[in-house]
């Protein structure tokens, strides 16, 4: 901490990386690790640290999922290209209950690779904690004219269904599916969504 306080942050992470060798199971340590990592410019390296320790259901992941946006957006800064990023910081900000703020960051992922179905899938997930119901459904239609095999959209739109405009359900969702259809397995996802959506119907010729 006298490194730190002094402004060295290169002796600081040193003697936080002996210290933690010394005392491994020191929790204050573990954070003042990340942190220092944070502060000297090196977010690769915390979130090596971060994310083993979510994934094992640490009991201090709120710390931790708000030490990993920390370090997603401090790597977004170095290069703000890079999308996976983008998309794992609006996953952090989604756990810590900042869905608006996620869905922004899907959005600009999304405009950079306009024919991904995940991130279409994250957009929906968003709009549906949002209470967006219609516009949640729109994004899984848009994941799943992406990829037709893409079960958890069709789940999520199936589900949706009975919330969705009974009328004009199937155009809002799907749109003009035709050719995404024609190269979909009659029996696969893609098709069971329309099966269960209504589309208008035609004008009676009289």
């Known amino acids: 901490r006298y490194h730190e306080a002094a402004g060295d942050g290169k002796s600081a992470l040193a003697c936080f990386e002996q210290a933690r060798r010394l005392y491994p199971g020191q929790r ?23 994310e083993p320790r ?44 900042a869905v608006e703020e996620a869905l922004g960051h899907y959005r600009v992922a999304e405009e950079a690779l306009p024919g991904d179905a995940d991130i279409a899938v994250q957009i929906g997930h968003a709009l549906k904690l949002l ?17 037709p095999f893409r079960a958890d959209a069709a789940a999520e739109i199936i589900a949706l269904r009975d919330r969705l405009p009974v009328p004009r359900a199937g155009v809002l969702v799907l749109g003009h599916a035709d050719a995404a259809l024609a190269a979909a397995l ?20 009289s």
């Open 28 to 50: 204050a340590l573990l954070f003042g690790h990340i942190e220092q990592l944070l502060r000297t410019g090196q977010p690769a390296e915390a979130l090596q640290l971060i």
């Open 54 to 97: 979510l994934k094992g259901g640490d009991a201090d992941e709120i710390r931790l999922y708000r030490l990993q946006a920390e370090a997603y957006a401090a790597h977004l800064a170095l290069r703000p290209d890079a999308r996976d990023i983008r998309v794992q910081l609006g996953h952090c900000r989604k756990e810590a209950g």
């Open 131 to 147: 209470g967006r119901t219609e516009d949640a459904a729109v994004a899984y239609g848009r994941a799943l004219l992406r990829d």
């Open 186 to 205: 009659p029996e696969g996802p893609l098709w069971q969504v329309r099966a269960v959506l209504p589309l208008p119907r035609a004008p009676a010729i």
